[in-house]
């Protein structure tokens, strides 16, 4: 029992920070498309918009490096928020001056899915394990060990098999608790594809802009 216990626990903490990996690259991936697909448009909200996707990549980088929930968490998802309202802002100034142009109709498809990611990679950050599961699996385990020292203690030996369980035991509990806080701990959730993208995002841009608006 204790073993399904401890499974079930860790098969969460693994599900959930499997989750947050894939975010965060799937992530990475819509705000490269939308800079990319930024240096489309036609100035100057083609370097508006281009220094605001830096600024949000920066702001992504640091709220995943954030405990969820606590102050400097909220403070950097304001902030991505203020500048999705810029962007969307500056989206939609596109679409006024070129409102038949390829361009920025491909581009508010990206920021749309990028904004949408935005909101998947913050809910899975805060996405734990529930508590009655770990707090079920602690005195489960508790519980067991104790009768089964308790077990061994009548017979007089397995002292060395007890030490193992409990050793066993506790690293499995420390892994799901380890893995189920994706900021803090041995266990982190990586950020390099943001920081990837954000290196390639401080290069020049490949596309220059056009040179005229297509109406």
């Known amino acids: 029992m204790v073993g399904l216990l401890l499974a079930f626990g860790l098969s969460l903490a693994v599900s959930r920070d499997e989750d947050r990996r894939s975010n965060i690259v799937s992530e990475a991936n819509a705000i490269g498309t939308t800079h990319l697909r930024a240096q489309t448009l036609a100035e100057p909200i083609r370097s508006r918009s281009l220094d ?57 498809e990206t920021l749309n899915e990028m904004i949408d990611g935005e909101n998947a990679r913050v809910a899975a950050l805060s996405n734990r394990v529930p508590t009655a599961v770990l707090v079920l699996e602690v005195l489960g385990s508790a519980l067991a060990l104790g009768l089964l020292a308790a077990y061994l203690a009548i017979v007089g030996r397995g002292v060395l098999a007890v030490t193992l369980a409990s050793a066993l035991v506790a690293f499995l509990l420390l892994v799901t608790a380890d893995l189920d806080r994706p900021t803090r701990g041995m266990i982190t959730i990586p950020d390099t594809a943001l920081t990837n993208q954000l290196a390639s995002m401080m290069e020049p841009p490949a596309a220059a802009a056009p040179r005229a608006a297509s109406r």
């Open 52 to 108: 605001l996707l830096v600024g949000y990549t920066r702001s992504a980088i640091r709220l995943s490096s954030e405990v969820p929930g606590s102050t400097e968490a909220g403070d950097a998802a304001a902030q991505e928020e203020r500048i999705e309202r810029r962007l969307w802002s500056l989206a939609g100034e596109a679409l006024d001056m070129a409102p038949t142009a390829s361009a920025p109709r491909l581009y508010v």
